[in-house]
């Protein structure tokens, strides 16, 4: 058995073959802890330490082919978190939140995978992951081009406390240029459908239940810190989003002159 602290849960998808960014990948994640105390929840509580197994089971739902990479245990801590049941209701979470913005996400996208992963107190993957291939790819409906692969919409989920840590972030690739304003930035509108998708991924994170001493909840965390948030809000900006890293790794075709 592994321990670890929470499950990081990857959206992933890739841009098609009609697209001029075809076989670029667009991904994102968010968070989900086993969080004390549900009667009345700390903010800033630290998330206990759990055991999980490495498992390796292959499932079958309406949506998905699953392969299950790990299962969590009771081990001294009374109910088990992440049992096979709740990995699939997260899943079922984040499709529902993928079907509410896939309005919004170019038809030049598609998503085609959920992978949970249990994450060990020194940030790396205790076991797993579990991986739910979508057996039809979740298409985006929205008719314009898709924005490159650097830019995206963030969602934030914020606690406002000093400093950095109170705010976590989804990069949402792929959003479709219907959804913009004419001077590009994102329409109120889409500013709403995003940020209502979210607040619904959190309630239905809520809804999953727990133990008797604990319930799931998203939390603001980076990979290896032992200090957990509790978001207390959730919000979308109109400024389009870029990550350099993202766009430094994009080849460039170049078209040049000899200056006489």
Known sequence: ??????????????????????????????RVGAW??????????????????LVTETHDTPDASVFQGFQGTAAGLGTAAWTYPDQLALAASIL????????????????NRIKLSPIAPDGKNAAGPTVF????????????????????????????IPG???RGRMFLPAVGTGSLTPEGQVGGSAMTDYRNAGKGLDTAIKAMGGGTDWEYRLVVTSAASANYVMPAEVRVGNIVDTQRRRRNAIRETFTSDVLT
């Not at 321990?3 to 990081?8: E, I, K, R």
């Not at 004390?36 to 197994?53: F, G, H, M, N, Q």
């Not at 919004?104 to 996208?109: A, E, G, I, L, P």
């Open 1 to 30: 058995m592994a321990d670890y602290t929470h499950v990081y849960a990857v959206l992933e998808g890739a841009w098609v073959s009609s697209s001029v960014w075809d076989g670029e990948i667009g991904q994102c994640g968010l």
């Open 36 to 53: 004390p105390s549900p009667t009345s929840p700390d903010p800033l509580a630290a998330l206990p330490i759990r055991t999980c197994e």
């Open 96 to 111: 529902d939140f993928m079907n509410a913005i896939k309005g919004r996400v170019s038809t030049k996208f598609a998503w």
């Open 133 to 160: 291939s979508l057996k039809t790819p979740l298409v985006g409906t929205d008719s314009g081009q898709s924005l490159p692969p650097q830019n995206s919409v963030a969602l934030s989920f914020v606690r406002r």
């Open 164 to 166: 950095r840590r109170g």
